[in-house]
């Protein structure tokens, strides 16, 4: 079936570095956009970053413009988010998500996976 | 500036009905949505893709307890005979070319 694996979070000080990773499996990954989307403790959801089925478009929420870059290896089913000068308020669950529908680079999320936590802590 | 809006809260009897309301920021009436679910401790889980004419498709796995409606910048989503586990936040999400944005949320709580 489709799925979703992150990994990579952890607890890291703040201006650090840290990737994160997300396996996919049981669709063709290079036919979907792709998307992070983070909750910080408590809060609500909060889109970061997209991109688009091929690697060509990539968008990313204000706040993190410049601090963060999401890529994708679509040799590997496996869409990457490479984070630089972390911040307290960087502290968050952070899920990757699936577009709906193939070749469209702004869609609903179909799919979601379980999440990987980043604290940003000195 | 694509906003949506939600009400924090709602509760329901076990069995019943409840009707959950994202509004569409002025200028964007137009504009498709989805709906999602977050029960406790939980990642999200995509229920629906809702069109501003009122049609939508649920997602895999997902009963038709849950329906979509629309009505101008209003997008409904409709839970029919209330489980234990429906208790969860149920957040919308539009998007415009380059931007994605999420609602606050809606608490469910299940009587």
């Known amino acids: 079936q489709v799925q979703l694996v992150e990994s990579g979070g952890g607890e890291v000080q703040p201006g650090r570095s840290l990737r994160l990773s997300c396996a996919a499996s049981?669709?063709?990954?290079?036919?979907?956009?792709m998307h992070w989307v983070r909750q910080a403790p408590g809060k609500g959801l909060e889109w970061v970053a997209l991109?688009?089925?091929?690697?060509?478009?990539?968008y990313y929420e204000d706040s993190v413009k410049g601090r963060i870059t999401i890529s994708r290896d679509n040799s590997k089913n496996t869409l990457y988010l490479q984070m630089s000068s972390l911040r307290p308020d960087d502290t968050a669950v952070y899920y990757c998500?699936?577009?709906?529908?193939?070749?469209?680079?702004?869609?609903?999320?179909?799919?979601w996976g379980q999440g990987t936590m980043v604290t940003v802590s000195p | 500036q694509l906003v949506l809006t939600q009400s924090p809260s709602v509760s329901a009897s076990l069995g019943a009905s409840v009707k959950l309301t994202c509004t569409l920021s002025s200028g964007h009436s137009s504009y498709a949505i989805a709906w999602h679910r977050q029960q406790p401790e939980k990642g999200p889980r995509y229920l629906m893709k809702l069109n501003s004419d009122g049609t939508y498709i649920n997602g895999d796995g997902i009963p038709d307890r849950f329906s979509g409606s629309s009505s101008g910048a209003e997008r409904y989503l409709t839970i029919s005979s209330l489980q234990s586990d429906d208790e969860a936040d149920y957040y919308c999400q539009s998007w415009v070319t380059g931007l994605h944005v999420f609602g606050s949320g809606t608490r469910v709580t299940v009587l």
């Open positions: 049981g669709f063709t990954f290079s036919f979907y956009g």
């Open positions: 998500a699936k577009g709906v529908a193939p070749r469209v680079i702004h869609d609903a999320f179909g799919v």
């Open positions: 991109i688009s089925y091929d690697g060509n478009t990539k």
